[in-house]
């Protein structure tokens, strides 16, 4: 999109030299990890068919002796999801994000089972898929990732991305293989592009009152949108309307991103505001802003904290809607749901509090953080060991200390990679890591595909 950062041909070029390209490309070339030494025995059941539910499949297939696993996905198509933000910035194409699952399930040495898990039956070790068909085990992995409630917000329908001014990055259907969202979004990026010639547009980027998948994306959305009419001299009325209280919650990734903002004309946050309704038609939007506020009494001189909320309608010509998410149904009806409203594993051993038969992987679990590719990945090794032990009647050895990645793009070219666990900051480099980056964009944009496709979802790394 500018001249400030490698070309796609040029980054190529410069992997092809790189060291760390050239492991990559090694470890593909064979597997990493040792033959499966492992020898535990037990019925092993993965339900899902995403980037969490691979990379325990591979990983298990591989630990293990003579494993007995059987894996629940109705989808042969495995979209790159990290990939969706760049399709919709056209950095990307929605080819790029395809993939097939059928790479990655050796139906000579699993069981694949092409059909959607229902009910989860925990009490009696079953499960039982959208075709009826009942699924014992010894072990289960849940790995069914997250869905979207766009019905949640009163007047829109997801029929309504891509129409009157409205778009959302996150919609997809893993099943069909399609990311309507993505590519709806850049065209969206276009149309709002065209609009700033002639006028100054308001433009609304939303934040929901739930954990989302990749925490940063809607700012991501502001700021390449931003940057893309800026590179035509252009500029917008821009609000980030979110539920949050801050940009981000830690402090340095905070400050760095209202630093980021003030490169840009306009910007304007509204923070604890979390949308309930869209006239799509009107162009209006509709907020519930929650607030608390320190109130005395009078009489006894006493003070406390009160909880209000007042409705605040927005004009726009252009709205980015993330929706609010959670687990998928089967979960939400089931046992296995805790008070956090996703699946009730322990945030460290990712084992579930009460069935210890079951573990988690991914978006599902219920833990601080991590809903992120890149959690998911550091969730791989933990579950593997720890399903082990617990298969060898062992103490579980294995603990999570709650790694989560956020690539967040700041203009075209940059990127602030926030990495961070349970304690804080966990940079991989010794960098201030809170600075935009041009080599982090060209490893999440060049380097991060061939590394998922090749080494996570095959459990080398």
Known sequence: ????????????????????????????????????????????????????????????????????????????????????????????????????????????????????????DADNNRVVTRNAKEIEYDILVVAVGIQYHYEAIKGLTKEDIGTNGITSVYLNDLEKGTAVGATATWDWFKELKEAAKTSKQKVIYTQPNSPIKCGGAPQKMLHLSADYLRQDGLSADYQFVTSKAKLFSLPAIDKALHEVQATYDTITNKFQHHLQ????????????????????????????????????????????????????????????????????????????????????????????????????????????????????????????????VCPIKTQYGKIIMAEFNYKGPAPTLPLAFEKPRWFWWAFDLYMLKPMYQHLMLSGRF
Not at 7 to 19: T, V
Not at 79 to 105: R, S, W
Not at 307 to 330: N, Q, R, T
Request: proline share 4%; net charge negative.
């Open 277 to 404: 309704s869209i006239d799509v038609k009107a162009k209006k939007a509709t907020f519930v802003h929650a607030y608390d506020v320190e109130e005395i009494d009078e009489d006894f001189g006493t003070k406390e904290i009160v909880s209000k909320s007042d409705k605040v309608v927005m004009d726009y010509d252009f709205i980015h809607v993330v929706p609010p998410m959670s687990p998928v149904d089967a979960v939400m009806k089931s046992t296995l749901l805790g008070n956090s409203g996703w699946l009730d594993v322990d945030k460290h051993t990712l084992q579930h509090k009460k069935y210890k038969n079951v573990f988690g992987i991914g978006d599902v679990c219920g833990i601080p953080m991590g809903k992120t590719g890149g959690s998911a990945r550091h969730h791989g090794p933990i579950l593997t060991q720890n399903i082990i032990d617990f298969m060898g009647d062992k103490e579980l050895s294995e603990s999570f200390d709650g790694y989560t």
């Open 1 to 120: 999109m500018n001249q400030n950062y490698l070309s796609r041909r040029d980054a190529i070029k410069l992997m092809g030299i790189s060291p760390i390209a050239a492991g990559v490309l090694a470890s593909t070339s064979g597997s990493s990890i040792a033959e499966a030494s492992a020898n535990v025995t037990g019925k092993i059941v993965i339900v899902g068919g995403g980037a969490g539910a691979i990379m325990a499949l591979s990983r298990l297939s591989r630990a293990i002796k003579n494993p007995d696993i059987t894996i629940i996905a109705p989808n042969e198509v495995h979209l790159y999801q990290p990939g969706q933000v760049f399709v919709g910035a056209g950095e990307m194409e929605f080819d790029d994000l395809v993939l097939d699952n059928n790479d990655y399930i050796d139906k000579t040495k699993v069981t694949w089972i092409k059909d959607e898990v229902m009910t989860f």
